[in-house]
């Protein structure tokens, strides 16, 4: 299955819809168990901080799949990415303060390549700061 959106209709410079997402501890819980990755820099703020952290960090894996959730949701199915990869910049500091911290993502079709495929790159920020570098998705459409 491919986007739903045509191909003859995107232009380089397309902007996606922007989206935020929020992260919590609970996030963070959930998100473990179900990729099996416990290590307590992500649940123990003790531990993150005698590592050298600032505070429990989100999963990068986490944050980046947060991240292509605007390609996927803007395409219209996420078979439709057919190459994705990032450069991990900075951690997504989640404090324990019942708030938590937001992820902020943007996109824009920054290439028309062949058959059919665009390049997206995407821009992802928590609290004023870029997390994810270089990244990138190329995704086929319609």
């Known amino acids: 299955m491919t986007a739903k959106i045509a191909y003859s209709e995107v232009e380089a410079g397309t902007e996606l819809p922007a989206q935020t997402f929020p992260v919590t501890r609970a996030t963070l819980v959930r998100y473990a168990g179900a990729s099996g990755d416990f290590n307590p820099i992500h649940w123990n703020e003790k531990f993150a901080v005698e590592v050298g952290l600032p ?45 938590g911290a937001v992820i902020e993502v943007s996109a824009k079709v920054a290439a028309k ?11 992802a920020t928590s609290a004023g700061q870029k997390v994810l570098g270089m990244s990138r998705a190329v995704v086929r459409l319609a």
Not at 113 to 123: A, M
């Open 55 to 99: 505070d429990v960090i989100a999963h990068g894996m986490f944050t980046m799949a947060e991240a292509i959730r605007v390609v996927t949701d803007w395409a219209g199915d996420p078979a439709a990415v057919v190459e994705y990869g990032v450069r991990f910049t900075k951690p997504v500091v989640v404090p324990d303060d019942g708030v």
């Open 113 to 123: 390549l062949d058959d059919n495929l665009v390049r997206v790159d995407l821009t």
